[in-house]
């Protein structure tokens, strides 16, 4: 690094005149610009950290680097959706409301909608582009919408970030785009991720989210884990290049659940392998949580605000796992036939497998083109995952659905 850096800072040097005060001034601009290249290689030399902790006692399961400063990326959303659960909880924000998008939030950078100015969104339509499309003009909306700037929202950030105790972290912005003052560690975003489970636990489903449909578009999850590690919950990927590649997740099974979140990877393979091979080593240690007592109230508040009936909320303590209330689907078509012979292809490679399992193709509309879905259900969430993993070489595009 420091070879480039005196390579950068050559290119400038030019032929020098005697005249003292354009020396001085070059001279300024010379160390200004070199400086600033300096820190955007170091940024760019993304450090890695990861935590693992026990959900149900908060204790630290594994860590490395745990508590050194890195850059939160869109991990930041996460204290972004606290403060807006807190919004819905007082009341101040339903799922109707209508956020305005001003220049400043149509103007962010992506990973984004597209927003125009002036234009609005409903607040339901919002919460679901943080979580699946993690929208940088949505959450600056957001922030706008509930504290009059960005500025004020992203103290207001810090404050609870303090008031939870997570004494380690500094938020600049509702997004997670760089500002060199933006600072976390794994182990506050671990806490922070516990604190919205414990905190909002009839919200949880929120996080398991894999699309939305927006202007006859479907937005899909970057959390490729939701399909392919079983009992993982979602919650939030990120990245920018001076942080790498962040995910923060639970990972639930047989009512135990544990916090791993990773921060720093080099690719998002590598980040997904780290935080399987951290929850799968780590889940056995954990011990099983209680189950959370949710009033209907509340039930009912998260049920407005994802358009699903109150049963399919209750989710605590992973019951989702032991109902049957799973599907997997094997594939999406243009022809309803096309979709019939998927299934009894499929039927033929799983055999008995499949025999308490319900078929159907689920026609919906995208783009103006109507496709079929194939589907199988009456699926538990175990039996979904096992199936999709016999039938990856069959269709690698197999995905477990949950309620």
């Not at 935590?51 to 680097?65: E, F, K």
């Not at 919205?196 to 919200?203: I, Q």
């Not at 998927?342 to 083109?369: I, W």
């Amino acid at each position: 690094m420091w070879v480039h850096f005196q390579s950068k800072c050559r290119l400038l040097i030019c032929p020098m005149r005697s005249d003292s005060v354009f020396i001085l001034r070059l001279s300024a601009i010379v160390l200004t610009l070199c400086f600033s290249w300096g820190l955007t290689d170091i940024a760019r030399a993304a450090p890695f950290s990861s935590i693992v902790i026990d959900a149900s006692t908060g204790r630290t399961l594994h860590q490395y680097r745990a508590n050194q400063q890195r850059y939160p990326a869109s991990l930041a959303k996460m204290m972004t959706l606290y403060i807006m659960f807190e919004e819905i909880e007082s009341g101040r924000l339903k799922p109707d409301t209508k956020i305005r998008i001003s220049r400043h939030a149509a103007r962010q950078p992506a990973s984004k909608l597209g927003l125009r100015s002036r234009s609005t969104i409903t607040a339901q339509l919002a919460m679901q582009a943080l979580i699946v499309k993690s929208a940088n003009d949505v959450a600056t909306a957001v922030a706008e919408h509930i504290a009059g700037s960005e500025a004020k929202f992203a103290r207001r950030m810090t404050g609870k970030a303090r008031q939870l105790g997570l004494y380690d972290t500094r938020f600049t912005n509702a997004s997670g785009l760089y500002h060199w003052r933006q600072r976390t560690t794994a182990r506050d975003m671990a806490r922070l991720a516990n604190l919205l489970l414990n905190r909002f636990p009839h919200f949880e489903t929120v996080w398991r989210l894999r699309e939305f449909d927006h202007k006859d578009k479907t937005y899909v999850s970057h959390n490729r884990l939701l399909s392919r590690l079983y009992g993982a919950m979602g919650m939030k990927t990120g990245y920018i290049r001076a942080s790498g590649y962040n995910l923060a997740t639970a990972v639930q099974r047989d009512g135990k659940r544990v916090i791993v979140v990773v921060l720093g990877s080099d690719s998002p393979q590598t980040r997904d392998r780290r935080v399987t091979a951290l929850a799968e080593r780590s889940l056995s240690r954990a011990i099983p949580m209680a189950e959370a007592a949710i009033s209907d109230a509340k039930l009912q508040r998260a049920a407005q605000w994802l358009d699903r009936p109150t049963e399919a909320l209750v989710s605590q303590a992973g019951e989702t796992g032991d109902r049957q209330a799973w599907k997997i689907q094997v594939g999406a078509f243009s022809a309803s036939t096309h979709a019939q012979s998927q299934l009894q292809r499929v039927r033929r490679v799983l055999g008995t497998h499949l025999d308490m399992a319900q078929e159907s193709t689920e026609p919906f509309e995208k783009n103006g083109k109507r496709i079929y879905r194939a589907r199988f259900a009456n699926l538990s969430e175990p039996q979904a995952f096992a199936l999709c993993d016999r039938l990856r070489d069959v269709t690698p595009n197999c995905l477990p659905i949950g309620p």
